[in-house]
């Protein structure tokens, strides 16, 4: 059985930092690219970071700079290192494991991330 655990999310001033982190189980984990997205209220889910297999990584153009995607393979977890929040970062955050030669797609239940003074 797949699992993609979210934790981190919370409150913060504009300005404040976040580190969300996404412990996986029930794949291969190392072979898989990871990626966070978001959904903020009224909005489509939208890719925020990924990172591959080989720590290859990808931003939207609106993180760049500010968030951070790392992986950890030895414990199965990747991260993302939110910095400089912004009230417009306010969403839920989810985790994705896809690995599409074998039409594998999962995703985690999310976690909210709120940026209010």
């Known amino acids: 059985q797949v699992q993609l655990v979210e934790s981190g999310g919370g409150l913060v001033q504009p300005g404040g930092s976040l580190r969300l982190s996404c412990a996986a189980s029930?794949?291969?984990?190392?072979?898989?690219?990871m990626g966070w997205y978001r959904q903020a209220p009224g909005k489509q889910r939208e890719l925020v970071a990924t990172i591959t297999s080989g720590s290859s990584t990808n931003y939207a153009d609106s993180v760049k700079g500010r968030f951070t995607i790392s992986r950890d393979n030895a414990q199965n977890t990747v991260y993302l290192q939110i910095n400089s929040l912004k009230p417009e970062d306010t969403g839920v955050y989810y985790c994705n494991a896809a690995f599409p030669l074998r039409g594998a797609n999962y995703w985690g239940q999310g976690t909210q991330v709120t940026v209010s003074s």
């Open positions: 029930g794949i291969n984990f190392r072979i898989f690219t």
